[in-house]
């Protein structure tokens, strides 16, 4: 059984720009939450995909978007990178809603400069 | 208010210490509950969910209050690679998004 894999594990960017991140759920999950870490805090919910479909969404503008495909791999995308938007990126996967724990993946640590 | 609260510490204590930490949350309609742990620069992992009757999982405890709304977790005979940060997380029931605490830092001393 895979876990969940997410690449690139680092990126820099310039201010301004665009990035898409990426993730592979675990094997047999269908739903997989986006969340931003910023340093010293917890994670923070940006959305949720399930049936390539978003499920749900945070307080997070809509330059931050996203897709699920249909083996249940997703994409997040940041349009217009502000320096706010250095991070920890983790997606985490789930069968359903996740009342049964979300398992992450390690991350991609995105610098903005 | 913070939806869920927690002393973000650090926690410094020695090896074989017991050491708990409390966590509350706002939201009264909350049903699931859970502590990850997150090591340094690493992705947070589910160390237990935290059930109403309380439950124990080798050196580690976790209790919720309803009434009072917060959770614990309690960890026996503390080891140096219990030393990590402690996230909170809970979750309404049909809703889509896990909320984290902030997380409590531990750092076990040998």
């Known amino acids: 059984e895979t876990g969940v894999t997410q690449s690139p594990t680092h990126l820099i960017k310039t201010r301004g720009q665009q990035v898409t991140l990426r993730c592979s759920s675990q094997s047999g999950h269908n739903t997989v939450s986006w969340y931003q870490q910023a340093l010293g805090q917890g994670p923070q919910f940006i959305f949720q995909y399930y049936r390539e479909e978003e499920n749900g969404r945070g307080n997070f503008p809509p330059r931050f978007s996203g897709l699920q495909f249909p083996n249940y791999s997703s994409e997040l995308n940041v349009n217009a990178l502000e320096l706010d938007d250095s991070a920890l990126y983790l997606c985490a996967s789930s069968w359903t809603g996740g009342d049964y724990g979300y398992t992450f993946g390690s991350g991609t640590r995105l610098t903005v400069v | 208010r913070k939806e869920v609260e927690q002393d973000p510490g650090p926690f410094n204590v020695p090896e074989g210490a017991t050491v708990a930490f409390n966590c509350t949350y706002s939201n009264s309609a909350s049903q699931s509950f859970f502590w990850y742990r997150q090591d340094c620069r690493k992705e947070p992992k589910l160390l237990m969910s935290?059930?109403?009757s309380g439950n124990e999982d080798g050196r580690f405890t976790a209790q919720l209050n309803r009434a009072s709304q917060y959770i614990s977790l309690l960890i026996r005979d503390s080891k140096l690679s219990d030393s990590a940060t402690y996230l909170c997380?809970?979750?309404?029931?049909?809703?889509?998004?896990?909320?984290f605490g902030t997380g409590t830092r531990l750092k076990v001393l040998a």
């Open positions: 997380v809970v979750n309404t029931s049909g809703t889509y998004k896990y909320i």
């Open positions: 935290v059930y109403s």
